[in-house]
């Protein structure tokens, strides 16, 4: 079983930055696809971002796309999410997610294991 548990969120104002992390739990971390994903307020959930197993791609929506950076710390079970020149459409429920299909996670269909999310609020 894989836990996943987000944190980092926030309140920040209209073009700062926030980091979150996942710390993941289990042995095999290194074989998951992890992803983060959003969901805000009378919204459906949306992906956001995504990396492989080994860190060496990555993947992100068009709406984050230069603004945000996903990474992985192998050795620590690790996940990142640095968020740069927010904006308050970014407002929502972040979730991080692992399957062990990267294609899963960018379909984001069926996937694995969820956490239970991390809140980020934007202010304009």
């Known amino acids: 079983q894989v836990q996943l548990v987000e944190s980092g969120g926030g309140l920040v104002q209209a073009g700062g930055s926030l980091r979150l992390s996942c710390a993941v739990s289990?042995?095999?971390?290194?074989?998951?696809?992890m992803g983060w994903f959003r969901q805000a307020p009378g919204k459906e959930r949306e992906f956001v971002a995504a990396?492989?197993?080994?860190?060496?791609?990555?993947y992100y929506a068009d709406s984050v796309k230069g603004r945000f950076t996903i990474s992985r710390d192998n050795a620590k079970n690790m996940v990142y999410l640095q968020m740069n020149s927010l904006k308050p459409e970014d407002t929502a429920d972040y979730y991080c997610a692992a399957d062990s299909s990267i294609g899963t996670m960018l379909r984001n269909v069926d996937i694995d294991y969820w956490g239970k999310g991390t809140l980020v609020t934007v202010s304009s």
């Open positions: 289990g042995r095999t971390f290194y074989k998951y696809a």
């Open positions: 990396v492989s197993g080994s860190g060496g791609n990555t």
